[in-house]
């Protein structure tokens, strides 16, 4: 009955506890989804060009980065701009500069630099995220596995709780009496050495009788 009620339960909490991970892990997914399309729309060119459209996708994420990270990314992204455009990069092109002063366009091998510390930045934000939302298979012999488990069986279970306590009831009977035999054995054991010794020593006076 214990078993069958613990193989229960746990299949319960485990699914409760999914459902709740699931719940909680829907802003991270959402926001690690922006940040691949970012990385995805700039990162994946060997000379990245950037446009109104890498810039729209960066609008939509940008929330999502540290301020300092956001600015930093966003001046890769203006120096990344297609040498010579003119058109309009959108309200995000303005926050390193509030009067509108977009950096120069780099070229040639200044480009391909910064297209990897583009690369670096992105991978740096999207790497943790993508840690915390695919954990690694749980080990068994894992100790926090294990606390998360005697966790789900300790809520509300009271009739495991009892049966428990049943148990170790029973096994501290057990216990007394096993301590009790082995201490009347004992003295079995030592008044017999005492008996045998005193008849021992009447049969050595009555030899010498």
């Known amino acids: 009955m214990a078993e069958s009620l613990a193989v229960k339960n746990l299949k319960e909490g485990r ?13 991270l997914t959402e926001k690690m989804e922006r940040l691949k399309e970012l990385f995805g729309a700039t990162c994946m060119d060997l000379e990245p ?3 109104p459209e890498e810039m729209r996708v960066f609008e939509k994420c940008r929330g999502d980065l540290p301020a300092e990270k956001a600015k930093e990314i966003l001046e890769i992204l203006l120096r990344l701009k297609k040498p010579g455009a003119t058109e309009d990069l959108g309200p995000a092109a ?24 583009l690369t670096r930045a992105l991978a740096m934000e999207i ?14 012999s894992d100790a926090q596995a294990q606390f998360d488990r005697d966790e789900i069986l300790a809520r509300g279970q009271e009739k495991v709780a009892l049966m428990n306590r049943a148990e170790e009831s029973s096994l501290r009977q057990v216990w007394r009496l096993t301590h009790l035999l082995i201490n009347i054995k004992k003295a079995a054991s030592a008044q ?4 045998n010794e005193e008849s021992s020593q009447y049969v050595a006076e009555k030899k010498r009788v």
């Open 127 to 140: 790497e943790p995220l993508e840690n915390r939302l695919l954990d690694p298979d749980e080990d068994p």
């Open 15 to 27: 699914k409760n506890k999914e459902i709740k991970e699931a719940i909680l892990s829907m802003p």
């Open 49 to 51: 060009s950037v446009g």
């Open 192 to 195: 017999k050495n005492i008996e």
């Open 94 to 117: 303005n926050m390193l500069d509030p009067d509108g002063k977009i950096p120069a366009a780099a070229a040639g091998e200044e480009r391909i630099a910064l297209g990897r510390d």
